[in-house]
């Protein structure tokens, strides 16, 4: 949600609906000094990426609904605005909340479902995908970037 506020601010504050990215690099580096010039090239490369922001004719324009983004007063985006989603670190850590138990034992289990019912023929994120199932944790939402982490390449 920190990337989505992040994303949102300046065409909140602007009252634009596309900005060009010279706009939006002086928005996020010298009007709010949330960040360098260098990382504010990289958040945009990274919404873009995320589908949050769109690019036409050199124009900006965010792919979600700003309106329904609030603001926290005194907002700043954290550094995390700029690390990649983890998909096996979140389901991991969804099945430790449902079963109440440490995330490392759940890699502990993850580990023996792959080597003792597969003898090794396994990749995480399916024994991660087996071990939602048994404890009825929800992970359709994290099938694509699951996928994305079995394909070489």
């Given at each position: ?75 700043k985006p954290t550094s995390s605005i ?70 070489k390449g």
């Amino acid at each position: 949600m920190n990337l989505k506020i992040t994303v949102a601010a300046p065409f909140k504050h602007t009252r634009k609906t596309g900005m060009r990215k010279n706009e939006l690099v002086y928005y996020y580096s010298l009007d709010r000094k949330w960040m360098s010039t260098e990382q504010a090239g990289i958040l945009l490369r990274r919404a873009e990426e995320e589908g949050l922001l769109g690019q036409e004719n050199g124009v900006f324009s965010p792919l979600f609904d700003t309106t329904s983004i609030t603001i926290p007063l005194g907002f700043k985006p954290t550094s995390s605005i700029f690390e990649r989603n983890d998909p096996l670190g979140e389901l991991i850590e969804r099945i430790a909340k449902a079963q109440g138990i440490l995330e490392t034992d759940v890699v502990s289990e993850m580990n023996r479902t792959i080597k003792e019912r597969f003898d090794g023929n396994l990749l995480p994120a399916a024994a991660l995908v087996l071990l939602a199932k048994k404890y009825n944790v929800p992970f359709k939402d994290k099938r694509e970037a699951l996928n994305g982490t079995v394909k070489k390449g």
